[in-house]
């Protein structure tokens, strides 16, 4: 048995678990050269370490092993290495860019939180925003239910859309329905991604491209589950009543980093805000 390997000993020389080793035995990618039909065990041909590196080289290069059985078992053909190489290179390159989506989403959100974090929590104060390029998603709802499934599509329109995990997502209540001490009641949902409808495609959930004015806003900080989110309005609504301030708009609610507590209870960073009117632009 000396023109053989063990599987133990090829799993040394090529830094392979033996498990793995094993599964592509079972997935026919590479199948021993010799079982020897006593013990069953497992030997490889020094002529398969060819093979072995290039299942290596394939893996790295983000090829599937049904495409590594393929090649393994074709001729190998120069023209097959090449066309193999353009394909995983094209791959590659659309995952370097979702990767580059996704960081700087990540970033964002980072930068967003830090900012926040800035400011006391609780505390109405008045913040100068740029003008925004976000997408609004009309909405009609009787219960909280309804909401939330209307909430999820939307998510999940924008993930397909922008690779998002999570959008900068919120929602707008309209001004009478706060001033007014009622239930809040949403009038849209709102992406508040500073990006817009990309290449202005129609879309089956109606969303509409906004501009959300620059200026000054009033604004309160919030860290707290969404049942108690009334308080935080009625504590804008007192600011704005005690300081006779005018504004113009809705309210703009913005959810910045949604997450669970201990108690598997949600609980949501983020602000609510609404411009003040006739102010400097």
């Given at each position: ?196 409808i990309k ?70 960073f983020g ?11």
């Amino acid at each position: 048995m000396s023109t053989y390997f063990t599987i133990g000993e090829v799993s040394k020389l090529f830094n392979l678990p033996i498990k793995t080793l094993r599964y592509y035995d079972e997935k026919g990618v590479l199948k021993p050269a010799y079982i020897n039909p006593s013990t069953n065990y497992r030997y490889y041909s020094r002529e398969q370490f060819i093979s072995i590196d290039i299942i290596k080289y394939c893996k790295l290069i983000g090829m599937s092993l049904e495409e590594i059985k393929e090649l393994i078992n074709s001729d190998s053909s120069i023209e097959i290495m090449i066309n193999n190489m353009n394909k995983q290179s094209e791959l590659l390159k659309r995952k370097i860019k979702e990767l580059t989506d996704v960081k700087t989403y990540l970033d964002d959100i980072k930068n967003s939180v830090e900012e926040i974090l800035e400011y006391e929590i609780n505390k109405v104060i008045i913040r100068r925003n740029k003008e925004r390029k976000n997408i609004r998603f009309d909405l009609e709802y009787d219960k909280v239910e309804e909401l939330e499934l209307y909430l999820r599509k939307v998510i999940l329109y924008l993930e397909e859309r922008y690779n998002d995990v999570y959008p900068l997502l919120g929602v707008i209540a309209p001004y009478n329905n706060v001033k007014n001490r009622g239930e809040i009641k949403y009038s849209c949902v709102c992406d508040f991604t500073d990006r817009g409808i990309k290449n202005k495609e129609s879309n089956n959930l109606n969303g509409v491209e906004i501009i959300t004015p620059g200026g000054n806003y009033i604004t309160i900080f919030f860290d707290d589950n969404w049942e108690n989110i009334n308080k935080y309005y009625y504590k804008i609504m007192d600011y704005i009543e005690e300081n006779n301030i005018e504004v113009e708009g809705d309210f703009n609610e913005v959810w910045t980093m949604p997450r669970v507590d201990s108690n598997g209870k949600e609980k949501t960073f983020g602000y609510i805000e609404i411009l003040i009117k006739n102010n400097d632009k």
